[in-house]
């Protein structure tokens, strides 16, 4: 489904840089997440949004930031406090937090 | 913490033949639980969930079942395809809570 657009596809970031990463959504959800994903492990949560204005950290969070100014935009941003960074980084969106989560198709971040 | 295992972690069947993926969870309020599909650098896909108050559910070839005493629930894939060949994760929710907590993933391998 096309609802989820995360930009770009590929990242590449230089050491002491900030880099942010594209989600939008047009699915009118009020719910967005961004996850990590590294090889062999299932996806770990960074930041969820409930609402505009609104988010919380997840489980790793550090090096990491969003804002949520507008609904259907959630953009996450990876700071030179995060060591290790490179990584597939998904967003997802869902109605509300009880309902199923819809993912993007992923920046594939690396270092330079 | 709440953590979800998933086994195997890499699954090769034949052709027609079925393939079960199993997940324990050990948050005893969990009550939600999806399986997501993710082809090679794709996003995942929500192929099936189940919710605590049913044991079973099923949609064609896939089946899930859950026993909430044991805190296992599992996915069953019946006549596969190559096209079933894929990364599956299992994952687990409490309604209500932010937080979905993911499996590390089963890598499908289906031979033609």
């Known amino acids: 489904d096309g609802g989820i657009t995360q930009s770009p596809k590929y990242l590449f970031r230089k050491e002491g840089q900030n880099v942010t990463l594209s989600c939008e959504q047009n699915l009118n959800h009020d719910a967005m997440y961004w996850y990590r994903q590294d090889p062999g492990q299932g996806l770990r949560l960074i930041y969820y949004?409930?609402?505009?204005?609104?988010?919380q950290k997840g489980d790793i969070a550090e090096g990491y930031s969003v804002s949520r100014e507008k609904k259907e935009s959630f953009p996450l941003t990876v700071t030179s406090a995060q060591k290790n960074p490179t990584a597939f980084y998904l967003c997802?969106?869902?109605?509300?937090?009880?309902?199923?989560?819809?993912f993007g198709d992923g920046t594939r971040l690396s270092i330079l | 913490g709440e953590n979800v295992e998933q086994h195997p972690s890499t699954l090769s069947v034949q052709e027609g033949d079925s393939a079960v993926i199993k997940c324990t969870y050990s948050?005893?309020?969990?009550?939600?639980f999806p399986w997501y599909k993710q082809e090679l650098g794709k996003r995942p896909q929500l192929i099936i969930d189940?919710?605590?108050?049913?044991g079973e559910k099923k949609d064609q070839r896939i089946a899930v079942t859950l026993n909430k005493t044991a805190k296992h629930f599992s996915l069953h894939i019946t006549e596969t395809q190559p096209e079933d060949s894929a990364v599956y994760f299992c994952a687990a929710k409490r309604t209500g809570g932010f937080k979905t907590i993911f499996g590390a993933g089963t890598r499908l391998f289906v031979k033609a």
């Open positions: 948050d005893s309020a969990s009550n939600y």
């Open positions: 949004s409930q609402i505009v204005n609104d988010f």
């Open positions: 189940i919710r605590s108050n049913v």
């Open positions: 997802a969106s869902s109605t509300d937090r009880s309902q199923p989560q819809h």
